[in-house]
């Protein structure tokens, strides 16, 4: 009888034990589930294809999935975050929680949070907009408790140094003649922008007249502005930008 008292006290001292070692905070990523190491991976690769940077997953013991991005492939931050929920929930189908971050200049700006089954009902046109605007929770802080998300990939896909080409149409107007009290001067205005680091941005902008009015009927291109903005966050809920 004492042995198999022993031999119960020992499984219950190693059962104890192991549950310490595997806390949120200490398990490495070979101990998830295969199928959901998989299906991390995959969204991060679909991600990726579909244009998106600065991807960065989280996850946590209850559930609930942490998934950073930067939008510099869609004009509208809506249908990018759409594409995100869309692939997430339907490929994330074991996770019950989804914390949306979307960044700028790898800055978070805000977090968005709803559960998983509540995303699903949206796309299948089971809830309408409205009653999907009152179960998602906006919040332009932070999100708290991140030592609870034990699971973090690397940061994919980094959009420092990788720039963006945007052709502007110019104008410009002149009325201090009396004699002639329109001058005008249209131009294309090509601008250049690369992130450096996170918040810091180098913009140039260059000036082509095709057609001129003024008193130097120059032609040739010049430099219309040259650039370089930092934004940062000193508080929750504040941003400072400097140029």
């Not at 999935?65 to 939008?71: A, F, K, S, W």
């Not at 999907?132 to 990939?153: P, Q, S």
């Amino acid at each position: 009888m004492k042995n198999i008292l022993s031999i119960v006290y020992l499984i219950w001292f190693f059962f104890l034990s192991f549950t310490a070692e595997l806390q949120p905070g200490d398990i490495p990523k070979t101990a998830l589930p295969i199928i959901e190491n998989q299906s991390i991976t995959y969204l991060e690769n679909l991600l990726l294809s579909e244009g998106f940077e600065n991807i960065v997953l989280q996850i946590n013991a209850h559930r609930e999935i942490i998934i950073e991005y930067e939008n510099r492939i869609y004009r509208n931050e809506l249908t990018a975050l759409s594409i995100v929920l869309k692939y997430s929930s339907q490929i994330l189908v074991a996770f019950d929680k989804f914390y949306i971050v979307p960044k700028q200049r790898n800055i978070p700006l805000m977090t968005i949070s709803t559960r998983a089954a509540y995303i699903r009902q949206f796309l299948n046109h089971e809830m309408s907009e409205a009653e999907f605007a009152e179960v998602i929770t906006i919040d332009h802080g932070t999100l708290k408790k991140m030592d609870n998300f034990f699971y973090r990939t690397s940061p994919r896909q980094n959009s420092f140094f990788k720039s963006d080409f945007v052709i502007h149409p110019g104008f410009k107007a002149q009325f201090s003649r009396p004699n002639d009290p329109a001058q005008l001067q249209l131009s294309l205005k090509p601008t250049i922008r690369t992130p450096i680091t996170t918040g810091l941005q180098f913009e140039a902008q260059m000036n082509f007249p095709f057609y001129n009015e003024f008193d130097t009927t120059s032609y040739s291109p010049t430099f219309s502005k040259i650039i370089c903005n930092y934004i940062f966050r000193p508080a929750v809920h504040h941003f400072v930008s400097l140029s």
